[in-house]
């Protein structure tokens, strides 16, 4: 059983060795691209469990997406088979939504809340919230949501916002009253889902509870922990916690718009009186990225000073290919056309380990439909909130509606999607009033009208599989999987395709996190995780710079290199020196880091029409543009 | 871990009731009033089989009011058991790390507690008796998700191990290799090095050669015998053979039996040839053996087994009964008892005790609590009259719980009420405070209860199996009033009174007030003079209510008894009696120096004129009227 892991440590360098067993108290560890950060993170994870077999104490560890969760899992449990159970890999958010299902109690929360991801929910509870107190709204309603969200990132409560003025007494009253509705619903949104937990651990005892089950916790990504998240990581730990291992890079923040920020890393090495060890060894790029890499953040001030410059591991340019190359283009839609060209062009393998990134989303999407032209497979590698098929949609909703028998605006999503694919719509003021009068359950009320008409007898095996979860006939899975069969054979869309796609790879994730678990915590998990369908393998990935965290593809093509688009309109207008600079040249930097064997640069002279200069990170990095560089219009460089 | 409480509802004879449980705690009650009902509801919430369809519960146990209730829309049984640390940090970090899913953290105290629900009931779409389980937050909101994996259950179990020795222990069924919980696993778990078992297997083999040789005819038989070897022939030559001796090792050992002699000299004998008493008892310390040496390595470091003891005086004698308490309190784990002797409960401690009554609300269960607690929500100012009163009062914010230590007195019962003041259930929440400040009357005080073990040890065995309590002054009154029962047809012992002679046994209003507690239907007599009069007062400062206090309290009309008898007119039959005990001029003295002459003689005097009314029915209308008025009340007091 040790011995994957024995081998494992055994092919770790000294240094990331020295991290993975450390013993020392509280430690830091900055970790470039390619440094093997994950692997140390892991490793650690599995040998303090290895070390302590037994004890029962577990290992916590967090991470900012489910998919990093999902990865670290899986190497965990290959590492030490069997202890897994007692390493606890989560998001903040994922485990923030565990804390309180067991101990929200204490602030009058129900272990079986709901969580309102989708902008769409929170906005009905909203709405709710004023017709209910029949409130006259001064704000502009759109705005109000993103000002509570940024209130509760701040650890801000209504009762904190009530006395500054006016404007503020009346943004207090509307936030009190979303969060009562919220309640009412026996519901929490995202940034409640920390601040609620960091509600509960201003309770000492509570602290102390959690510090005795997790006698270890690590923290990956640390450069990107907002405000809210670090308070909570500080009240939970208390004045005595110090078995606290963070990995950071603060040359990757690039979610400073969230809160996130580069002096939080210094903070924390002053807070819990932190050791440092770097790991600057790129064990990814090849020597003339990592140089340019380091050439771009010499220009980056507001960086920490000590931190060592990034060393190559890997051999120079070996292999023959280049590893750095430029292109230009006259317009953006040239940009697309010729890029895509390009790619089309690669042979088969090196196109499935492509990936392509832009700042902006409308460049990738311009560049999406240039792929759709040539005829070849790519995906948008996109956090997607819901299912975007009415089926699946559905589906949730009658699982939602199961769960919640009692939520109204749950069945308002149920009547809807079921005629967006049936055309068959119900009259929902008519459900209302006969489940009031009868007294019974929307969800029975619902299938009764269904039943009853005849046009819809068609979507007998849709319903029947429901019915019979409702009243406990059948079990979740079955009741579930006769749906999916049905919707699988009867032709579906390129929509539904995808959801069902998705709804495989989301159900397995579940299972491996969490195990088989009932109803209520599946659709719980279910919220919180990205409904992307699972990408054709031989498709070209395309993605925004923020979502390429943690990526690593052969070839990388970052494209928009101009003045205005990557640094944006936006930074550039805050002046060469602001923070909002450096913050897109970390973008860059996390950008060509992505690169295992070799980079493609682009960039346009128009984009939207209006001339736009060579960014500035071109010659930053030491890429000047040679003149042959240029190929107007259409068609590849030779 | 331990069991601190038990709540039960809808179970056999059970409606609805909640125990408390100590280290140690004593069922005390008739037959079929319930005792052991309580037992197998702890049993079948905490044994493995429970939980699948047809184990566990069934369709008779659910309770059910009258005949003609139909268990099918019965609510259901509910059995909730609570496991709450009895100090601080009691439980090791393992533990907790152990079942985090299912420990639930207090807010105001550092005590963590595990609450789990075992239920029953009707499910009519799949038309069975469905058990479930389900463990709980503070609120008693059923946890979901992680903490609803079975695992957790199983986890719990191991901490909590329970065992149960009926009332018809079967030494042979204890101590034999087929059936037992402890022996099989004892001997089992021994460690035989190899070269004794070797060496053990040679010796086995020559003596049985040597028995073989002893007698031909011994030979003779085994080859009758391998004729059966031969009809059932196969392809290769089997073999048959005589062993008088064990073949194996763990044959040998499983033959192992305890054998006992009352008194050197006297034969060894096996257990199961002794006294009935003795293999009970056996039975009992085979347990603790069992506990001591093999349960660390069944279950986990820091498990505590539960045992489940009926009638562990069973067939033993009085003098053996007495000790045993001591024997079974320092059995490891903890103790659930039952019992029916007067002799085993002598030296329980009070607290410890638990009455169990069949009621027309079903069975009950009364103690004398340390402190009492109601369920009452937040209300303003609730938690300042909590502090204010720190000493009595605590008020948990979280389970909505108002603890009172002692007897809420009226001052505070006024504040609480003031509490309540502007809420809408004011009046609901106004008969809970009541009911609590009327339970807390109940409370009996340490120091008290520690002056009734020191005094009345003898006497409190017996008086718990009583029905009714007459308390009474003395012994004399004790010798007298029993005759007058007997005179009047009503044998005081035949209907399960309990006269309490409380000048010997402490003080009246202690008894008074223990009656209370236990609900145990009381009446009293009184001497006429001053301490009569102070021991009627002592009673009314209990809070009783003055027609209370009318109805169950008698007194002579003259000073004491003996002044009573005279003025009664039976001065000719006392001075007979006196004259018995060597009062040689008894019928010289005039009547007030005859009232000093009984005093004098006070315990002879009384024992013989209690004889003499026995023989003579007549006199007994001479006798004092509080005496006859009731023993008339007695005849059925509830």
């Known amino acids: 059983m040790g011995d994957t892991l024995q081998t494992t440590l055994h092919e770790l360098s000294d240094i990331q060795r020295r991290a993975v067993q450390w013993d020392h108290g509280p430690l830091l560890v900055l970790a470039g691209p390619g440094s093997g950060k ?9 040998q303090l469990l290895d070390q302590s077999r037994d004890r029962r104490f577990r290992v916590l560890a967090l991470t900012f997406t489910n998919k990093a969760a999902h990865e670290m899992s899986s190497r965990v449990t290959k590492l030490v088979p069997g202890l897994d159970e007692r390493a606890d890999i989560h998001t903040f958010h994922s485990f923030c939504a565990q804390v309180l299902r067991q101990h929200g109690a204490h602030l009058g929360i129900r272990p079986d809340f709901a969580i309102f991801s989708r902008k769409s929910d929170r906005q009905a509870v909203l709405e709710d919230a004023i017709r209910r107190e029949q409130q006259h709204l001064g704000h502009e309603f759109y705005r109000i949501l993103p000002m509570i969200d940024t209130l509760k990132a701040r650890m801000i409560g209504p009762e904190e916002v009530e006395n500054r003025d006016h404007y503020s007494k009346e943004l207090a009253q509307v936030y009190r009253l979303y969060e009562n509705e919220l309640r009412r619903a026996n519901a929490l949104d995202f940034s409640s889902l920390i ?12 602290a102390r509870h959690y510090q005795t089950i997790y006698r270890y916790w690590m923290v990956d990504e640390f450069q990107d922990t907002n405000d809210a998240q670090y308070k909570l990581i500080r009240r939970m730990a208390g004045e005595n916690f110090d078995q606290i291992f963070a990995v950071a890079d603060d040359d990757q923040t690039i979610y400073e718009w969230n809160g996130a920020n580069v002096r939080r890393i210094r903070s924390l090495v002053e807070d819990f009186n932190c050791e440092v060890v770097q790991l600057p060894t790129n064990f990814r790029c090849p020597p003339r990225i990592v140089e340019a890499a380091n050439r771009l953040l010499v220009y980056n001030v507001r ?69 759709n032209a040539e005829h070849i497979s790519a995906t948008l590698l996109m956090r997607r909130d819901d299912f975007v098929s009415p089926q699946l949609r559905w589906l949730v909703a009658c699982l939602k509606q199961i769960n919640r028998p009692l939520d109204r605006l749950n069945l308002t999503a149920l009547v809807e999607t079921f005629s967006d694919f049936t055309s068959e719509s119900i009259d929902f003021e008519y459900l209302l009033a006969r489940a009031q009068t009868k007294d019974l359950h929307y969800l029975s009320v619902w299938l009764d009208t269904v039943r009853q008409c005849a046009r819809l007898s068609p979507f007998e095996e849709l319903i029947e599989p429901i019915a019979a979860l409702a009243t406990g006939g059948l079990n979740p899975t079955s009741a579930i999987n006769q749906v999916l069969q049905c919707f699988k054979e009867n032709g579906p869309s390129e929509d539904l395709k995808d959801d069902l796609s998705a709804w495989r790879r989301l159900s397995g994730e579940i299972r491996t996190a969490v195990g088989p678990v009932p109803l209520d915590r599946f659709l719980q998990e279910l919220e919180l995780r990205s409904k992307k369908p699972v990408a054709d393998p031989g498709a070209v990935r395309l993605s925004t710079i923020h979502g390429a965290k943690g990526l690593e593809f052969d070839t990388v093509y970052l494209i928009g290199l101009a003045e205005e688009v990557l640094p944006s309109w936006h930074s550039v207008r805050k002046g060469s020196d602001s923070a909002a600079i450096e913050e897109e040249r970390r973008g860059c930097f996390v950008a060509i880091t992505r690169t295992k064997k070799r980079l493609v640069l682009s960039r346009a002279s128009r984009y939207r029409t209006w001339p736009k200069e060579p960014s500035r990170f071109l010659a930053e990095m030491g890429f000047t543009e040679a003149p042959s560089a240029t190929v107007p219009g259409r068609g590849s460089p030779s | 871990m ?162 149960y020795l009926g009332a018809l222990r079967d030494s042979g069924d204890e101590f034999s290799t087929r059936s037992s919980q402890f022996w099989t696993r004892l001997l089992k778990d021994l460690n035989i090095p190899p070269e004794l078992e070797t060496r053990a297997l040679q010796t086995l083999d020559s003596l049985n050669r040597e028995l073989l040789e002893a007698d031909p005819r011994l030979d003779s038989i085994a080859e009758t015998l391998s004729g059966a070897t031969r009809i059932a022939a196969r392809d290769r030559e089997g073999g048959l053979d005589l062993r008088m001796v064990p073949l194996k090792i763990w044959d040998m050992l499983s033959r192992a039996e305890i054998i006992h002699r009352n008194e050197p000299g006297l034969p060894w004998l096996p257990l199961r040839h002794q006294g009935q008493g003795i293999q009970s008892l056996s039975v009992i310390f085979l347990f603790q053996a069992f506990v001591d040496h093999v349960l660390r390595e069944l279950f986990e470091q820091g498990s505590e087994p539960v045992l489940a003891l009926e009638e562990p005086e069973t067939h033993l004698h009085p003098q053996a009964v007495r000790t045993l308490w001591h024997n079974v309190d320092a059995l490891p784990g903890q103790k659930i008892v039952t019992t029916h002797s007067p002799y085993f409960v002598q030296n329980v401690p009070f607290r410890d005790l638990r009455l169990v009554r ?13 402190e009492f607690t109601a369920s009452v929500p937040p209300l303003p100012g609730l938690n300042a009259v909590a502090e204010n009163a720190s000493g009595l009062l605590n008020y948990e914010q979280t389970t909505e719980t108002l603890t009172v230590r002692g007897v809420l007195d009226e001052k505070t019962y006024r504040k609480l009420l003031t509490c309540c003041g502007t809420d809408k259930r004011r009046s609901e929440l106004g008969l809970i405070i009541r009911n609590l400040r009327d339970s807390s009357a109940l409370y009996i005080g340490d120091s008290e209860l520690q ?127 006196l004259k018995t005990v060597g009062v040689k001029d008894s019928n010289e003295l005039r009547d007030d120096d005859l009232v000093t002459r009984l005093r004098d003689n006070k315990t002879d005097y009384a024992a013989k004129f209690a004889a003499r009314l026995r023989l003579d029915a007549n006199l007994v209308q001479r006798t004092p009227e509080a005496f006859r008025t009731v023993i008339e009340q007695l005849r059925g007091l509830r």
């Open chain 1, 303 to 371: 960086r920490d000073q000590s931190k060592h410059p990034a060393l190559p591991a890997r051999p120079g340019n070996s292999t023959g290919i280049q590893q750095v190359q430029l292109r230009v283009f006259r317009t953006d839609a040239d940009e697309a056309a010729g890029i895509s060209h390009e790619i089309a062009n690669l042979d088969d393998t090196e196109r499935a380990q492509t990936l392509v990134l832009a700042r902006t989303r409308a460049l990738l999407e311009a560049l999406h439909d240039a792929f």
């Open chain 2, 451 to 577: 002056a009734l073990e020191t005094y009345a040890r003898r006497m409190r065995g017996e008086i718990f199996f009583a029905e009714r309590w007459l308390i009474v002054e003395g012994q004399a009154d004790f010798l007298i009033v029993h005759a007058i029962a007997s005179a009047l047809d009503y044998d005081l012992d035949q209907h399960g009174v309990a006269v309490i002679d409380a000048q010997n046994n402490g003080n009246p209003a202690t008894f008074a007030a223990l009656a209370r507690a236990f609900n145990i239907p009381w009446l009293a007599v009184f001497d006429g003079d001053k301490a009569g009069q102070d021991f009627r007062k002592a009673i009314a400062s209990r809070g009783f209510s003055d027609e209370e206090l009318e109805s169950r309290c008698r007194t002579h009309a003259e000073r004491d008894l003996e002044a009573q008898l005279v003025a009664d007119g039976l001065g000719p039959e006392l001075r007979e009696v």
């Open chain 2, 2 to 163: 331990h069991i601190s409480r038990i709540e039960i509802k809808n179970f056999r004879c059970i409606r609805h009731l909640a125990v408390d449980f100590g280290d140690t705690t004593v069922f005390v009650g008739p037959n079929n009033a319930g005792k052991t009902a309580i037992l197998d509801a702890l049993r079948i919430a905490l044994t493995r089989r429970w939980g699948q369809r047809g184990a566990g519960f069934n369709e008779y146990d659910i309770h059910l009011a009258d005949d003609t209730e139909d268990p099918k829309s019965s609510s259901g049984i509910s059995i909730e058991l609570r496991a709450e640390e009895r100090k601080p940090e009691e439980w090791s970090d393992d533990i907790v790390a152990d079942l985090a899913d299912i420990v639930q953290q207090s807010f105001h105290t550092p005590l963590r507690s595990v609450t789990l629900r075992a239920r029953c009931m009707w499910n009519a779409d799949t038309e069975t008796f469905e058990p479930g389980w389900e463990f709980l937050d503070s609120s008693r909101t059923p946890l979901v998700g992680r903490s609803a994996r079975r695992l957790n259950l199983e986890r719990f179990w191991h901490y909590l191990p329970v065992f």
């Open chain 1, 195 to 206: 601040l609620e937990a960091y509600k509960l651990f201003n309770y000492p005892v509570m």
């Open chain 1, 38 to 46: 994950t692997r140390v993170l892991t490793c650690r994870v599995a």
């Open chain 2, 358 to 370: 069949l009621t027309s609300n079903g069975t009950e269960v009364r103690s004398l609590p340390a």
